[in-house]
Each structure stands twice: as C-alpha cells, then as structure tokens.
C-alpha cells in the first residue's frame, strides 16, 4: 500500500497568517495516464470532509483562491494564505493513483 | 444541488450483517462511479469500496474483501454496502461519496451513518 506521510501533525496559525501542509507518498503518483491522483481535504469539526484540491493544483468548485496545492512525483504541498476562522480543521490528502486508495493521517489546523 | 443521504447504521453484534443505502440525488447518478470511505471514532479516513458507474466492476480494501459487497441501483439512484461477518473493527462512521470517473476523486460526500459493532 502507498504509505502517506502528512506533518505536520499539528499546525498553530495566526489569523491572517499563512501555512504549508506537506504529504509525502511512499512511491510515486504518476499514474499510467500521465495524471496525478492527489486531493486534499478539509474535514471541519463535526462535518463530514470537503474538497479543496484535486489531481495537485485545481481548486475545487467555490473553494477561495486562499487555497493553493503544488507538487510532483512523491511530494506535495497544500497552502493556505490569510487563514480566516473558518479554515480551522483536520486537513487530509489522498492518492488514488493505486488500489487501495490512502489517505494521509491528518493535520490540524489550530489557532496560535 | 448534490445530494447524498445514508441510512442503515446501528449497533450490531459481532458475527453479524447490515447493509447501509445511500440516495443520491441531484446529478446524474448513473454517470458516476461511487465509493464508501469510513471513520473510525477518533481516526482518520480510510477508503472501504467503490464501484463504477455500470456496476460492473467493484474494488475492496483487504481488509473488508469477501465480507463487504458493494453494489448500486441506477434506476432507483442509490448506492449500497452489505457488511457481513463484522468485527470490532469494522466500528465507524461510514460515508458515502461520489467518485467522477475522469478525476479520481471523491468530491461529494454525505453526513454520513455510524455502525456500531459491540456485543
């Protein structure tokens, strides 16, 4: 299985601030096709998961330009500009380039 | 407006079935592929199953292969996932998502249903 690492595990922020999350996979997301299957999630409390990024870089419908995800090969990064309150949460990526599909273990995203 | 609403969850013993549904509503169901991922209490997200859009091929962690089925009905738009010979592991809060074929992504997902496998 595709281990991802995701750190840090705990992320105080300043409102305002700004943050990088990093996920690393055990081999590489190239997947035959030519795409890379990496998505990040924002799992809010009580909620269930959201969407923020698909295949590495593109926002999904209504997420804020705040948002930005980067990456190739084994190492990707998601970003997030001028936090606002309502960005608090459990941030995940996910590979679905190989069966099974994995997610990373989670980062939360607390108030400094 | 997308929607996706499970029900089926509960307590239930260990040895034992349930099968949890999921209505879909508000895309083109039969478009999709679909997708059960689950939380246990506490935990992370873990991928459980999916299914393409026909139905006509499946996919299973492991872990749950030969005791979980995946399975949908187009005409009725809803997704299925019967759980058998549960174990104490199998506790979560199971979700539905829907899965765009082209991206590989599960972009929409329901509230979600707990299961609860404790004697």
């Known amino acids: 299985d595709v281990l991802m690492t995701q750190t840090p595990v705990s992320l105080p922020v300043s409102l305002g601030g700004q943050v990088s999350i990093s996920c690393r996979s055990s081999q590489s997301l190239v997947h035959s096709d030519g795409n890379t299957y990496l998505h990040w999630y924002l799992q809010k409390p009580g909620q269930s998961p959201q969407l923020l990024i698909y295949?590495?870089?593109n926002r999904f419908s209504g997420v804020p330009d705040r948002f930005s995800g980067s990456g190739s090969g084994t190492d990707f990064t998601l970003k997030i500009s001028r936090v606002e309150p309502e960005d608090l949460g459990v941030y995940y990526c996910?590979?679905?380039?190989?069966?099974?599909?994995?997610f990373g273990s989670g980062t939360k995203l607390e108030i400094k | 407006e997308v929607q996706l609403v499970e029900s089926g969850g509960g307590l239930v013993q260990p040895g034992r079935s349930l099968k949890l549904s999921c209505a879909a509503s508000g895309f083109t169901f039969s478009n999709y592929y679909m997708a059960w991922v689950r939380q246990a209490p506490t935990k992370g997200l873990e991928w459980v199953a999916s299914i393409t859009n026909s139905g006509g091929s499946t996919y299973y962690r492991d872990s749950v292969k030969g005791r979980f089925t995946i399975s949908r009905d187009n005409a009725k738009s809803t997704l299925y996932l019967q759980m058998d010979s549960l174990r104490s592991e199998d506790t979560a809060t199971y979700y539905c998502?829907?899965?765009?074929?082209?991206?590989?992504?599960?972009?929409?997902w329901g509230q979600g249903v707990m299961v609860t496998v404790s004697s």
């Open positions: 295949r590495v870089s």
């Open positions: 998502t829907r899965v765009p074929r082209r991206e590989r992504v599960f972009d929409y």
């Open positions: 996910l590979q679905s380039t190989h069966f099974p599909l994995t």
